[in-house]
């Protein structure tokens, strides 16, 4: 295997990101975030029910789709935690200081879905005291935000 083949470290996180999301029990749409510090994975996240509730994908029925809720709407009705949300909660927050969080995620139908995070989960990110976030918009494209240090 030469370098050429080998992934550079944002490439190879996101890839991370995109295998977690398989875990994901929405039926809509599926998505997973690893929280990186150093080369090294400090937590993972996968959007699903909030522990000791019912999966969507157990249940069949996604409330937001059955009102055909636009994507960024109406989060209330979701059961669901988001991906970046996990990881942060299952994460030590004196490792994430300074950390980047990698998002990727697709569609029901298999088409990948953009993954920048919503206004919650930027403040969330932001509250955690992540500093870059990396994600893949729905045409694969890799795009950064930076979050200043705050005193």
């Known amino acids: 295997m030469n370098n050429e083949s ?5 490439e190879y996180f996101l ?27 400090v937590s993972t996240g996968y959007n699903g029910a909030a522990r000791g509730e019912p999966n969507c994908i157990d249940t069949g029925e996604c409330v937001r789709e059955r009102f055909n809720v636009p994507k960024g709407e109406r989060y209330e009705l979701c059961v669901a935690v988001h991906a970046e949300q ?3 909660i299952a994460g030590d927050p004196v490792k994430m200081q300074g950390a980047t969080i990698y ?4 569609g029901h139908d298999g088409e990948r879905a953009s993954a920048e995070p919503c206004l919650l989960c930027r403040r969330m ?10 994600f893949q918009d729905e045409n694969g494209k890799k795009k950064n935000i930076r979050f200043e240090a705050s005193e």
């Not at 890839?15 to 150093?38: E, F, H, P």
């Not at 998002?103 to 697709?106: A, F, K, Q, R």
């Not at 990110?125 to 990396?134: G, S, T, Y």
């Open 6 to 10: 080998r992934p550079a470290w944002d």
């Open 15 to 41: 890839d991370i990101a995109q295998l977690v999301a398989k875990r994901s029990t929405c039926l809509r749409r599926n998505y997973g975030a690893v929280i990186v510090k150093d080369n090294i994975i």
């Open 86 to 88: 996990n990881a942060i």
């Open 103 to 106: 998002i990727s995620g697709y």
């Open 125 to 134: 990110i932001k509250n955690a005291m992540i500093r870059r976030v990396v």
